[in-house]
């Protein structure tokens, strides 16, 4: 669980507002009791802002609607006008799932018995060093509520032994495979409800907006679409178990320095079709919980705007927000503070005793309180965690404690890690076809990244330290391995079973050393590394984001050399993002460039099954891989202030490769690339269905965003996919659109996919389907989202430069 001690807002206030949407859009400003409804096209013109409160008078088991009352705001003049303008007008309210409906009439009933202190208490952690989890809450026998245990992490329970390492989620996501995904989540449920814990805080979805992002690897990359794919599969398959799942983190955490006295400005229409998406996903997926970020001039934990205005009646969401930073966070919409004190060992609360005197006093209004008991209970009762649920049989806290039970959770799931790392696997390089190995007589193993850390792979707390093979990176987002299978291991045991000499050298610095085991070698691996974490670790100077792109431990002086002295070296990256390879990657004896990124426990054998053929590579890049950091539109602020840094996110919708292909930049390897062992062709491009242009959802409302009619599929985009080669694999076809060039849009924004078995010579015809919201961009006049007018271009590829078939939507 990363640190709730959050200072956070969502925007800056409207300066030197231009007449580009792009520029302007309804920014979320910094007074936390505003929400931006619309923009100033020029001096003297108006700016909008609406206030939100709750009125109970609306509320149901299925419903509740929102009242507001809305400024115009002039420069220095303010007048209070009624809520009679097109752009507040609010929609009719939207009743919740059937599971939420139950869920909400269970909690009321448990509420109606509580007295003020017990309420309280639901909402308040225990303290950091109390409890025997991330974050506790007491429990309440009058309602037999045993009280919620919140465990770390988005790749597998913190702390705690007997678990499995899975795969981080940036691997997940270069799986590009749904089925995958999902069944990750599943198997990281059973883990968490089998150690008894409540609440997984994961999975993570922030957008990997800068490449030196420290946890983006814990995400799903830098598109948006991607990661609400990510984020939606890996939520529905954790709370199949039982377990609820936590988004996070709610909203623009896209770096680790100055995260908690920074203040992220994003423009309105930037801020919906980027950043909001994977949370839109996960609250389709009914996820219970949202966790919010660390940064923005109105702290994100008691930001109306983002809390009350975004999540709760935008998205309609109606779980419980978690985090902590003020006792007033209450009124903007927080529910529950974690891990409950106001710094480690304060033993005072923000909630606690201090919400019970404000509730008194009417600071925060009693039912509030009722609403953020009803909504905690109420994710307890939509898992079903009333009804036999586990009891958590540890203490993450203390490994000696007496409550460590040492319960095996792991089942059979290091298969399906193993697979994961080796769909997730992207080959990006294979001169004269030299993969999949064929029984070569001598092999080169080089570089620290192939062996073990010396220590053990658990030695360094919250595996801070880059020693031996990197499976995940640093910080809150981790989970002790039960074992970790290395790439000299695995391959050594393949080589055993062909006869195949294997040399090695595991010091990435003996220059000479490596060349001597590359040497006469028929074949030659570099194993090189670049890791990164949270901010509360500095590892090798890198404090949290990583200082550069460069690979570790002086990894492209490793490649040069082995290079120079062995025609056949194949370069294995274990990473937590891109890293510039140019150094080498045109060299003559660089023949194969195997991306492995972060794949948990079994990253040998996954990376073996690859190498050797046992598995046909099939991951693609969920990010850009450029040739110089200078080639990005965003890179992190390293700047020290004691001041709130302001971080402008001025490349608004242009992230990725979508700024790569407006700006006409070369990458050394595009996003969704990846090569295979076999070929593919594309054919028979069809498109039906019809999308009329003009608004797609209704007004700025309760739901507005989750609109049924938004999210139909209306569009269907058919085509035939044929294996040509002599051998079986996956394929995966991406669908992108041009939306045209009134919108200001990127030229190309992924909007499907899938991943395809093909056996030699088989072909299968190919179904993806688009929704009104996937045409649409949101308009920050109406406050709505809108299908513009003119024609969209379809384009069908292997990557999002590789494109294979083309169409259009006319309208």
């Known amino acids: ?67 507001g009352s809305s400024w115009i705001q002039r420069h220095d003049h303010v007048a209070r006008t009624s809520l009679l303008h097109a752009s507040t007008s609010l929609v009719n309210c939207q009743g919740d799932s059937p599971e939420w409906s139950a869920a909400y009439v269970k909690a009321k009933a448990a509420v109606a018995k509580l007295n003020l202190h017990q309420k309280v208490d639901l909402a308040t952690g225990v303290g950091f060093f109390f409890g025997k989890c991330t974050g506790s809450t007491p429990a309440i026998s009058d309602i037999g509520f045993p009280g919620l245990c919140l465990e ?89 178990q039982g377990v609820q799942a936590t988004a996070k983190h709610f909203i623009n955490n896209e770096q680790e320095h100055s995260r908690m006295t920074s203040s992220s400005n994003v423009d309105d229409r930037t801020q919906h079709e980027v950043y909001l998406h994977p949370f839109l996903r996960s ?38 927000w978690v985090a ?44 509030r309180v009722d609403d953020m008991a009803t ?27 007496g409550d460590n039970q040492h ?45 073990p850390n010396p220590k053990g792979p658990n030695n360094c707390v919250d595996r801070t330290c880059n020693s031996g093979v990197l499976a995940m990176g640093w910080g809150s987002g981790t989970a002790d391995f039960p074992y970790l299978i290395t790439p000299l291991d695995a391959i050594g045991n393949r080589s055993a079973t062909d006869g195949t000499v294997i040399s090695s050298s595991l010091s990435d610095s003996d220059l000479n050393a490596a060349a001597k085991a590359a040497i006469g070698k028929d074949v030659a691996f570099v194993f090189i590394t670049a890791d990164s974490g949270e901010g509360s670790y500095i590892i090798e100077g890198n404090n949290g984001d990583r200082n550069n792109l460069q690979a570790w431990h002086g990894g492209d002086d490793l490649v040069k050399k082995v290079a120079s002295v062995n025609n056949n070296t194949i370069v294995v990256v274990n990473t937590v ?18 991306w492995s990124g972060l794949p948990g426990q079994e990253t040998g054998n996954s990376l073996a099954d690859v190498l050797y053929g046992a598995y046909n590579p099939s991951g693609r890049l969920p990010y850009t891989i450029g040739k110089s950091v200078n080639d990005y539109s965003a890179q992190v602020d390293y700047t020290f202030s004691l001041l709130t840094l302001q971080m402008p996110y001025s490349e608004g919708l242009f992230v990725d490769y979508r700024h790569f292909d407006a700006a006409g930049i070369a990458p050394r390897f595009e996003f969704g690339f990846g090569l295979s062992y076999t070929t593919f062709t594309y054919s028979g491009l069809s498109i039906s269905g019809s999308a009329k242009p003009g608004p797609s959802s209704p007004p700025y409302g309760f739901g507005s965003s989750l609109d049924a009619s938004l ?85 069908i590829g292997a990557s999002s430069r590789d494109i294979r078939l083309t169409g259009a939507l006319g309208n």
């Open 375 to 401: 909504r905690i209970l109420a994710g307890w009762y939509l898992l079903g965690q009333d009804n036999g649920y586990p009891a958590v049989s540890f203490n993450s806290k203390d490994a000696n404690s």
């Open 711 to 795: 999210h139909e599929k209306v569009i269907k985009v058919s085509f035939t996919l044929r294996n040509n080669g002599r051998v079986a694999g996956h394929e995966v076809p991406q669908l992108y659109l041009s939306l045209p060039a009134s919108t200001n849009s990127p030229p190309s924004l992924l909007k499907g996919f899938d991943s395809v078995h093909l056996t030699p010579g088989q072909s299968k015809t190919v179904t993806l389907e688009l929704s009104r919201y996937d045409l649409s961009i949101w308009n920050v006049i109406t406050q709505r989202w809108e299908i513009p007018s003119g024609k969209i271009g379809v384009k």
């Open 283 to 320: 609250i389709q997926a009914n996820v219970a919980a949202v966790m919010c970020s660390y940064i923005n001039g109105t702290s994100a934990c008691e930001n109306n705007s983002t809390l009350n205005g975004l999540l709760k009646t935008e998205l309609a969401f109606k779980g419980y």
């Open 577 to 594: 993002g891109p890293i510039v390879v140019e150094a080498w990657i045109d060299h003559p004896n660089v023949t194969g460039l195997v």
């Open 407 to 451: 319960i095996d959770v792991q089942g059979d799931h290091a298969s399906l890690i193993r697979t994961i790392g080796a769909a997730s696997t992207v080959l990006l390089k294979n001169s004269r076809n030299v993969l999949p190995l064929k029984s070569p007589k001598s092999v080169a193993v080089i570089g620290s990244g192939a062996g």
């Open 152 to 240: 770390d992490s988005a790749l597998g329970v913190r702390n705690v032994d007997k678990v499995s390492a899975f795969p981080a989620g940036i691997n997940a996501a270069a799986t590009f495979n749904r089925t995958l995904m999902r069944q990750r989540g599943v198997a990281m449920g059973e883990e968490f409800r089998g150690k008894g814990v409540h609440v997984q805080l994961g999975p993570m979805m922030n957008i990997m907006r800068a490449p030196a992002s420290g946890r983006a690897w814990e995400g799903f990359g830098a598109d948006p679409y991607l990661s609400g794919e990510g984020a939606f599969e890996t939520t529905t398959g954790i709370q199949s």
């Open 324 to 367: 902590t930073h003020s006792t007033a966070s209450a009124n903007s919409g927080l529910d529950m503070t974690m891990p409950g004190d106001i710094f480690p060992g304060s033993l005072i609360s923000f909630f606690g005793e201090s919400l019970v005197i404000a509730a008194d006093l009417g600071v925060v209004p009693k039912s």
């Open 1 to 67: 669980m990363a640190s709730m001690l959050i200072m956070i807002s969502t925007a800056s206030s409207h300066q030197g507002i231009s007449s580009d949407p792009r520029d302007n859009a309804a920014e979320i400003t910094g007074r936390e009791d505003t929400r931006v409804f619309g923009l100033s096209l020029a001096s003297g013109d108006y700016i909008q802002y609406t206030n939100f409160s709750f009125d109970s008078r609306f509320e149901s088991p299925g419903q509740r609607c929102m009242r």
